[in-house]
């Protein structure tokens, strides 16, 4: 009988499993994928090696890349980036870690109050997460991030947009500024050579502006897993999970079980209310099972749902699954006649905020992932179908996939000399969109997901948003000099993914009530970003997401273990700190 | 009634592209291949499996050859087809059909259960559009015995691979967006395409209304039959962007005993991609925005 079991070691799970596991409790985290504990033997640089969906080292499938990936439904031209891994999705994210828009919580009351998703908003102030995202940005540490050429090239555009630059973690109003990044800012020699003999770890410290985020982070060369530069949780929160004894006094090692995919939350009745008991995991063919005083779900807003439904657990009132949130991005990119850096440094490191539409930011890519990004459309192909859109606006031409020739022309002019921005939408939850189990055939796991997104039919408010912020895109790119600009109205790209087991106040649309633990079961908590009440605003999730889970975490030590709060009463230990370095060495980690 | 039937059928292989690859021009079977299957009973049927097999992957093979030369065109005879010859290298010397092949026959985690009676639809459907397809009567053989082959094929154990129902969903809609793609240079419809065309066909498959499900006459029971009409959508797109990804990576030169490049990937070359190979960083830092290392509210 364990105090805690934690299910999926991604963005969120080990943030409950390391703050659990510093109060001294017995805690299990189960992951479904792989354990990447030697990336240097591991891992490459490489595109298709790393990111293929099908067969990447950075994958939604079982550790065995002879197997096949674990298969989902999308019924809509889409793509759902999920990792299975210690780490999970973070293990290929950029670090970027803005904090959620204020206007997105209860209480908010600034000029632009309505012109947010105020039917969803957050059951508590954005005060009351103050404490937690502070906790949070010193323990993994965020820092203002550094200026390479593409964000150089970012932020003349964004000069000439007539607004002001943010200089407070609180996004106040439409502004940009260069992004607050988990990613140790370069140290020593980072940044400043290409000459591998001198990027060694201690002579180079943090970011050496390798441009491999997306493929895994695993500098700079020689670094303790803990001193790399990107802050994915398989580098901060993880590490700190597995030697908690070290770090925190009276803390308690996390044991962590990769491999283990929990195909079943079990519950019973106690004094007439359900209530979690435990779970079952497969390892390969074989069944384990173990009970818990709380059972914490973290499998993320794709997962999640599944396994609640697949568990047979009950939904009163129909909204597990339901008001994914993605920020139905959009994808904007100029042509330079000048060097922009792109494929080089932190993926983004310069963003620009405008509540309450949304967001911009640039992000880098190598070149598959870039050809990728030209052709994911909902507009058919420039210059010979749109699909029964193809807008027009400050871009050239009609929006659309850059395809054949065309994109040839525009890659071969140099990946040094193009710029591409992210357009984030403030999106609105929305019953529509929604995971349920597919009819296709179960995999070894179970009913699989079927993920739906109606993305022509959202609602007038996110679809305003998202052409708002693509002109913005294109004038940015414009002011910047770009010579050419292409949108390429994306179908939904979901890697952005919140709010599917919606934490909220009404007991009418939300799964989780404002402590964290879900309506239907007790001593079942959510902690991840599918329990975030929306979609922040725009904001990348992870960071709200984090916080929301420091707190669910105390809520638990609270409620279950009759144990005090810390965030408001302690300082937190920074994840970099050299005893967890000297402990993972130990471990052979 | 039988005239008529026997006509939409041979239309209806010459549009996924079978007749035209097993005897067409560049036909991959003879009469007398096919022959020796027939004349004699079940003991031969086989050979007939053995024969069809690779005129199948031979098929799949040439029809996404048409695909990825349409997501980065090069110096080959594809793109020339296309009319849209490239003076550097394409899809094609960057191994992306390979890549695609290989995808979709050993990794893409499709059910069986949906591939398989898709793959049999793109064979025994009878999907009769009312197109009228000119010079059918140049591909002269004896449907019964090409038809035994298949049947043999699809009902053998043997799993198909995915590549092949694909192929035939491309060459379905190329003889859609032009019938005279049954006959000409390569061995697929798709591949016969002009590029204006190519993009055609995707409108086809990617516009929202159509119903491909009904087209290929594939009989699946509620709900799997939505679930598969949403899936074809996805295809359409995923198609474009794998044959894409494939095209501008590293697969065709990645060596993974050595995890090490054998040779620059074509997409590299093109893009200008860190020209000395993989790096452990970068001399880009330039400095902090207007100095400021940090903020606070
Ligand atoms: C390319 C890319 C870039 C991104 N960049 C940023 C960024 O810069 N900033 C930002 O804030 N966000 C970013 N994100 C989003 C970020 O990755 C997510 O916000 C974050 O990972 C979500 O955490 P999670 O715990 O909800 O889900 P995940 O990280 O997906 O973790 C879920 C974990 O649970 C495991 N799991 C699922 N089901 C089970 C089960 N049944 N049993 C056991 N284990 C299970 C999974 O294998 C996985 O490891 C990015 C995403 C992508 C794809």
Same mark, same amino acid.
């Given at each position: 009988m364990?105090?805690v079991?934690?299910i999926?070691?991604?963005?969120?799970?080990?943030?409950?499993?390391k703050?659990?596991a510093a109060?001294g409790l017995d805690?299990?985290?189960?992951?479904?994928g792989p354990?990447?504990?030697?990336?240097?033997?591991?891992?490459?640089?490489?595109e298709?090696?790393?990111n293929?969906?099908?067969?990447g080292?950075?994958?939604?499938?079982p550790?065995?890349?002879?197997?096949p990936?674990?298969?989902?439904?999308?019924?809509?031209n889409?793509?759902?980036?999920?990792?299975?891994?210690v780490?999970g999705?973070?293990?290929?994210f950029?670090?970027?870690? !803005?904090?959620?828009?204020?206007?997105?919580? %209860?209480?908010?009351?600034?000029?632009?109050?309505?012109?947010?998703d105020?039917?969803h908003r957050?059951?508590f102030?954005?005060?009351e997460?103050?404490?937690?995202?502070?906790?949070?940005?010193?323990?993994?540490p965020?820092?203002?991030?550094?200026?390479?050429?593409?964000?150089?090239t970012?932020?003349?555009?964004? %000069?000439?947009l007539?607004?002001p630059?943010?200089?407070?973690?609180?996004?106040h109003? !439409?502004?940009?500024?260069?992004?607050?990044?988990a990613i140790?800012?370069p140290?020593?020699?980072a940044?400043?050579t290409?000459d591998?003999?001198l990027?060694v770890?201690?002579?180079?410290?943090g970011?050496?502006?390798?441009?491999?985020?997306?493929?895994?982070?695993m500098?700079?060369?020689g670094a303790?897993?803990?001193?790399?530069?990107?802050r994915?949780?398989?580098?901060?929160?993880?590490?700190m999970?597995?030697?908690?004894?070290?770090?925190?006094r009276?803390?308690?090692?996390?044991e962590?079980i990769a491999?283990?995919?929990?195909t079943q939350v079990h *519950?019973?009745k106690?004094?007439?209310?359900l209530t979690a008991?435990g779970?079952?995991?497969r390892s390969?063919?074989?069944?384990h099972?173990?009970?818990?005083?709380?059972?914490?779900?973290s499998?993320?807003?794709?997962? @999640?749902p599944?396994?609640w439904f697949?568990?047979?657990?009950?939904?009163?009132?129909?909204?597990?699954?339901?008001g994914?949130?993605d920020?139905?991005?959009?994808w904007?990119?100029g042509?330079f006649g000048?060097y922009?850096g792109? !494929?080089?440094g932190v993926?983004?490191?310069?963003?620009?905020?405008y509540?309450p539409?949304?967001g911009?930011e640039?992000?880098?890519?190598?070149?598959?992932?870039?050809?990728?990004a030209?052709?994911?459309?909902?507009?058919?192909?420039?210059?010979?179908y749109k699909?029964g859109?193809?807008r027009?606006?400050?871009w050239?031409?009609?929006?659309?996939?850059?395809?054949?020739p065309?994109?040839?022309e525009v890659?071969?002019h140099?990946?040094?000399?193009?710029l591409?921005?992210?357009?984030?939408?403030?999106?609105?939850?929305?019953?529509?969109?929604?995971?349920?189990?597919s009819?296709?055939?179960?995999?070894? @796991?179970?009913?699989?997901?079927?993920?739906?997104f109606?993305?022509?039919?959202?609602t007038?408010? *996110?679809?305003r948003?998202?052409?708002?912020?693509?002109?913005?895109?294109?004038e940015?790119l414009?002011?910047?000099?770009?010579e050419?600009?292409?949108?390429?109205d994306?179908?939904?790209?979901i890697?952005?993914v919140?709010?599917?087991m919606r934490m909220?106040s009404?007991?009418?649309?939300s799964?989780?009530?404002?402590?964290? %633990?879900?309506r239907?079961v007790?001593?079942l908590f959510?902690?991840?970003?599918?329990?975030?009440?929306n979609?922040?605003?725009?904001?990348?999730p992870?960071?709200t997401a984090q916080?929301?889970a420091?707190?669910t975490?105390?809520?638990?030590f609270?409620?279950?273990?009759?144990g005090?709060?810390?965030?408001r009463?302690?300082?937190?230990?920074?994840?970099?700190?050299?005893r967890?370095?000297?402990?993972?060495?130990?471990l052979g980690? | 009634?039988v005239?008529?039937? =026997?006509h939409?059928?041979?239309?209806f292989?010459?549009r996924?592209? =079978?007749?035209g690859?097993?005897v067409?021009?560049?036909?991959?079977l003879?009469?007398?291949?096919? #022959?020796?299957a027939?004349?004699?009973?079940?003991?031969l049927?086989p050979p007939?499996?053995?024969l069809?097999?690779?005129?199948l992957?031979?098929l #799949?093979?040439? &029809?996404?050859?048409?695909?990825t030369?349409?997501a980065?065109?090069g110096?080959?005879?594809?793109?020339?087809?296309?009319?849209?010859?490239?003076?550097?290298?394409?899809?094609?010397?960057?191994?992306?059909?390979?890549?695609?092949?290989?995808?979709?026959?050993n990794?893409v985690?499709?059910?069986?259960a949906?591939?398989q009676?898709v793959?049999?639809?793109?064979?025994t459907?009878?999907?009769?559009?009312g197109?009228?397809?000119p010079?059918?009567?140049v591909?002269?053989? /004896?449907l019964?015995?090409?038809?035994?082959?298949?049947?043999?094929y699809l009902?053998?154990d043997?799993?198909?691979?995915?590549?092949?129902?694909i192929?035939g969903l491309?060459?379905?809609?190329? &003889?859609?967006?032009?019938?005279?793609?049954?006959?000409?240079p390569h061995?697929?419809?798709?591949?016969?395409l002009?590029?204006?065309?190519?993009?055609a066909?995707?409108?086809?498959i990617?516009r929202?209304?159509? /119903?491909?499900?009904e087209l290929l006459?594939v009989?699946?029971?509620?709900?799997?039959?939505?679930?598969?009409?949403?899936?074809?959508?996805?295809?359409?797109?995923?198609l474009?962007?794998?044959? &894409?990804?494939g095209?501008?990576?590293?697969s065709? =030169?990645?060596?993974?005993?050595?995890? &090490?490049?054998r040779?620059r990937? =074509?997409?590299w070359?093109h893009t200008?991609?860190?020209p000395?190979?993989p790096v452990e960083?970068w001399?880009?830092?330039?400095?902090y925005y207007q100095?400021?290392q940090?903020v606070s509210?």
């Amino acid at each position: 009988m364990r105090d805690v079991i934690v299910i999926g070691a991604g963005g969120g799970g080990p943030v409950v499993a390391k703050e659990l596991a510093a109060q001294g409790l017995d805690v299990l985290l189960l992951e479904a994928g792989p354990r990447h504990a030697k990336p240097r033997e591991e891992w490459t640089t490489f595109e298709d090696d790393a990111n293929n969906p099908l067969t990447g080292y950075l994958r939604w499938g079982p550790s065995d890349r002879d197997k096949p990936a674990w298969y989902r439904e999308w019924p809509q031209n889409s793509f759902v980036w999920q990792l299975s891994g210690v780490g999970g999705t973070t293990q290929h994210f950029y670090g970027n870690y !803005p904090r959620a828009y204020p206007g997105v919580f %209860e209480g908010y009351d600034g000029p632009d109050r309505n012109g947010y998703d105020v039917d969803h908003r957050f059951p508590f102030t954005y005060g009351e997460l103050v404490p937690y995202f502070e906790w949070v940005e010193a323990t993994m540490p965020v820092m203002t991030a550094a200026m390479g050429h593409k964000e150089q090239t970012f932020f003349r555009g964004a %000069e000439t947009l007539g607004l002001p630059v943010q200089t407070t973690k609180t996004t106040h109003r !439409p502004s940009y500024r260069p992004q607050e990044n988990a990613i140790l800012q370069p140290g020593g020699t980072a940044g400043k050579t290409a000459d591998k003999d001198l990027l060694v770890y201690p002579k180079a410290t943090g970011c050496t502006f390798c441009g491999y985020c997306f493929q895994g982070c695993m500098r700079p060369n020689g670094a303790p897993r803990n001193q790399f530069a990107k802050r994915s949780t398989d580098n901060s929160y993880v590490p700190m999970a597995l030697t908690a004894e070290v770090w925190s006094r009276g803390g308690k090692p996390v044991e962590l079980i990769a491999d283990a995919f929990v195909t079943q939350v079990h *519950t019973e009745k106690r004094h007439g209310v359900l209530t979690a008991t435990g779970v079952t995991w497969r390892s390969g063919d074989t069944e384990h099972r173990e009970d818990a005083r709380v059972v914490v779900m973290s499998g993320g807003c794709t997962e @999640n749902p599944r396994l609640w439904f697949s568990s047979g657990l009950p939904n009163p009132n129909g909204w597990v699954g339901r008001g994914y949130t993605d920020h139905f991005f959009d994808w904007v990119f100029g042509v330079f006649g000048d060097y922009t850096g792109n !494929p080089k440094g932190v993926g983004s490191s310069a963003r620009l905020d405008y509540p309450p539409y949304g967001g911009l930011e640039n992000v880098g890519l190598p070149p598959a992932l870039a050809a990728f990004a030209g052709t994911l459309s909902d507009s058919g192909i420039r210059g010979h179908y749109k699909n029964g859109r193809g807008r027009t606006g400050p871009w050239d031409g009609p929006a659309g996939r850059v395809m054949g020739p065309e994109l040839k022309e525009v890659l071969s002019h140099g990946m040094d000399r193009l710029l591409s921005v992210l357009v984030i939408t403030d999106d609105d939850v929305e019953a529509q969109n929604r995971v349920t189990l597919s009819a296709l055939p179960a995999d070894e @796991n179970g009913p699989i997901p079927k993920v739906t997104f109606k993305q022509r039919q959202r609602t007038a408010r *996110t679809l305003r948003n998202r052409e708002f912020m693509a002109r913005k895109a294109a004038e940015l790119l414009r002011g910047a000099g770009a010579e050419k600009v292409y949108r390429i109205d994306w179908a939904p790209l979901i890697l952005h993914v919140q709010s599917s087991m919606r934490m909220g106040s009404s007991e009418q649309n939300s799964v989780v009530d404002p402590r964290g %633990e879900t309506r239907a079961v007790k001593g079942l908590f959510i902690a991840d970003n599918s329990a975030l009440s929306n979609g922040l605003g725009g904001p990348n999730p992870t960071l709200t997401a984090q916080a929301l889970a420091t707190r669910t975490a105390e809520k638990i030590f609270a409620t279950y273990f009759d144990g005090d709060p810390w965030v408001r009463s302690s300082a937190p230990v920074v994840s970099t700190d050299p005893r967890i370095s000297v402990r993972l060495a130990q471990l052979g980690l | 009634m039988v005239g008529a039937r =026997v006509h939409s059928r041979r239309a209806f292989l010459a549009r996924v592209g =079978v007749l035209g690859a097993a005897v067409g021009g560049g036909g991959l079977l003879t009469r007398s291949l096919l #022959a020796p299957a027939d004349a004699a009973t079940d003991s031969l049927l086989p050979p007939a499996v053995d024969l069809i097999r690779p005129v199948l992957a031979e098929l #799949a093979r040439d &029809t996404l050859n048409g695909l990825t030369v349409f997501a980065m065109p090069g110096r080959d005879p594809y793109s020339r087809t296309q009319g849209t010859p490239s003076p550097t290298p394409g899809a094609i010397e960057a191994g992306a059909t390979d890549f695609i092949i290989n995808s979709l026959d050993n990794f893409v985690p499709f059910p069986d259960a949906i591939a398989q009676p898709v793959g049999s639809a793109l064979v025994t459907g009878l999907a009769d559009s009312g197109i009228a397809l000119p010079g059918l009567e140049v591909l002269p053989v /004896d449907l019964r015995r090409l038809d035994r082959a298949l049947a043999t094929y699809l009902e053998s154990d043997e799993a198909l691979p995915l590549s092949f129902p694909i192929a035939g969903l491309l060459n379905l809609m190329a &003889t859609q967006v032009n019938p005279l793609a049954v006959n000409g240079p390569h061995l697929s419809p798709f591949a016969r395409l002009s590029y204006a065309e190519k993009a055609a066909a995707f409108e086809l498959i990617e516009r929202t209304d159509a /119903d491909l499900v009904e087209l290929l006459d594939v009989q699946f029971p509620e709900p799997l039959k939505a679930s598969v009409s949403g899936l074809l959508k996805f295809v359409g797109g995923a198609l474009i962007e794998f044959a &894409t990804f494939g095209a501008y990576g590293e697969s065709a =030169v990645y060596d993974k005993v050595t995890r &090490t490049l054998r040779k620059r990937p =074509v997409g590299w070359n093109h893009t200008g991609y860190q020209p000395d190979g993989p790096v452990e960083g970068w001399d880009d830092f330039i400095g902090y925005y207007q100095g400021r290392q940090k903020v606070s509210d």
